[in-house]
């Protein structure tokens, strides 16, 4: 049984990236960095339900077999098929953002890490719906930084896709969609977490188009 459900969710996996690359053209940009197998945290700009699987496509199959997207729980497991693509095919880290739960987010994410896995994050926390190239992020990009220094937190913006599917419409426009990979950066020492996150949006920013910036 756990044989085929590997199977099902290799075969789903690939499916996944066909489809994301004929509907989309997507391709990787890496600018100032290397895809090499290091481990790593992706922090991404979050416009779509559908950022999280372009930026995993992208990835070589090497990298994209050691990568975790970090995800929310009530999300992907809402419905069986989700319960199933969530942490089958992509093997996402699940992390459960209602207080109440004594599990805190920040636990498994760095137990992950400890495992070895690289990280693909949203530091926005929602979707981004305003005019703003960014939400302000929260926390947790830093607290990783400090709690596991020796990580590339690597800035990844996904470029296009609201322009691709605009709201109200179900045909996809003949748009292609990059994502584009910069330079990592790290916490320095002694540094505030406002200036960290401050300098990781900025970081994040500079990867977009013109036309976002």
Same mark, same amino acid.
């Given at each position: 049984?756990?044989?085929?459900? #590997?199977?099902? +969710? !290799?075969?789903?996996? #690939? ?5 994301? =690359?004929?509907?989309?053209?997507? !391709? ?9 197998? =290091? #481990? ?10 559908? @950022? /999280?699987? /372009? ?27 989700? +319960? ?13 953002? =209602? ?27 929602? =979707?981004?719906?305003?005019? @703003? ?10 607290? /990783?930084?400090?709690? !596991? ?15 691709? /599917? ?32 401050? !300098? ?7 990867? +977009? ?5």
């Amino acid at each position: 049984m756990k044989f085929l459900r #590997q199977f099902a +969710a !290799r075969i789903v996996g #690939q499916s996944i990236r066909v489809f994301a =690359r004929a509907i989309t053209a997507v !391709r990787a940009d890496w600018q100032g960095i290397e895809p090499v197998p =290091r #481990q790593r945290v992706y922090f991404a700009n979050h416009t779509s339900n559908a @950022d /999280m699987p /372009m930026i995993w496509s992208v990835l070589p199959p090497a990298l994209r077999r050691t990568v975790r997207p970090v995800a929310a729980a009530d999300y992907w497991l809402k419905n069986k098929l989700r +319960a199933f693509v969530g942490p089958e095919v992509f093997n996402c880290v699940l992390v459960d953002r =209602r207080p109440e739960v004594k599990d805190k987010p920040m636990d498994k994410i760095i137990a992950a890490l400890d495992e070895g896995s690289s990280l693909i994050i949203f530091p926005e926390g929602n =979707r981004n719906m305003t005019d @703003d190239p960014l939400l302000p992020f929260k926390a947790g990009l830093y607290n /990783m930084g400090v709690a !596991r220094p020796d990580v590339d937190l690597v800035p990844t913006w996904v470029a296009n896709l609201t322009a691709i /599917m605009p709201k109200g419409e179900v045909i996809p426009l003949p748009l292609i969609c990059t994502v584009t990979f910069g330079e990592p950066i790290h916490v320095k020492e002694g540094e505030s977490k406002d200036a960290f996150l401050k !300098r990781a949006s900025d970081a994040l920013i500079a990867l +977009a188009p013109e036309d976002r910036t």
